[in-house]
């Protein structure tokens, strides 16, 4: 089926590792997204790509970085992860700036840091 | 600067009886509403939205919201609500046909009991 796929779906890490997390859409969207959502504070929205080969930062942008070289994925990379970064990460995409239906979303990673 | 507000972190009702779930934003142009659902292990998915024209939407399985431009408020309802609808739902705003950030609200969980 179409849609977003993240991976991994689940993972644990030691504080001062990295990992790069995976985000691809079949849609032909060109625009992708990162959040993360935590408890009692909704999505926060951590950057985001509007088009292939560009990247922005979002609302919570500090400790991540990402890159967007082909229109299908966007990756999401933590270079030394905290503590402070545990959270659920959900990709999302949509077809314009101006996507009528919101966006896709995938099934999200769940990252603990410990 | 947009912002989201649903005031109940939990809504409780009966299976049967109708149920609304609250939602105020404040954009400082027209806004472009959404609800998204979002249930266990899974992704946002897609309900409802509000462009413009009619301020009663309908979406899908059976919820609708209104749009009410003086209290800036759009609320989600549904007649009678079913346990399968327990899940935690989410309001998102749009700030204008071309901004691509949409931001959420904290998310309110409904449970209905049976």
């Known amino acids: 089926n179409a849609g977003v796929t993240q991976t991994p779906k689940f993972r644990v890490l030691k504080t001062g590792q990295s990992m790069t997390l995976l985000c691809a859409q079949d849609m032909n969207h060109e625009y992708m997204y990162w959040y993360r959502q935590d408890p009692g504070m909704g999505l926060r929205l951590i950057h985001y790509?509007?088009?292939?080969?560009?990247?922005a930062k979002g609302e919570v942008p500090d400790g991540y970085n990402v890159s967007r070289l082909k229109k299908q994925n966007f990756l999401l990379g933590l270079e030394s992860a905290a503590p402070s970064q545990t959270s659920v990460y959900f990709c999302?995409?949509?077809?314009?700036?101006?996507?009528?239906?919101?966006?896709?979303f995938g099934s999200g990673t769940r990252l603990t840091v410990v | 600067a947009q912002s989201v507000a649903q005031p109940e972190d939990q809504v409780n009702v009966a299976e049967g009886n109708p149920l609304t779930v609250k939602c105020t934003y404040s954009v400082s142009g027209n806004p472009y509403l959404f609800w998204y659902v979002q249930y266990p292990n899974r992704g946002l998915q897609f309900l409802l939205k509000y462009i413009t024209g009619d301020n009663l939407v309908k979406g899908s399985y059976g919820f609708e919201a209104e749009f009410n431009k003086s209290q800036t408020s759009f609320h989600l309802k549904k007649p009678s609500a079913l346990v399968s609808d327990s899940a935690l739902y989410f309001c998102?705003?749009?700030?204008?046909?071309?901004?691509?950030?949409?931001?959420f609200g904290s998310g309110t969980r409904l449970l209905v009991r049976p």
């Open positions: 999302a995409s949509s077809y314009s700036e101006g996507e009528r239906n919101g966006y896709t």
């Open positions: 790509s509007v088009g292939e080969g560009t990247t």
């Open positions: 998102a705003v749009r700030e204008g046909w071309s901004s691509y950030k949409l931001i």
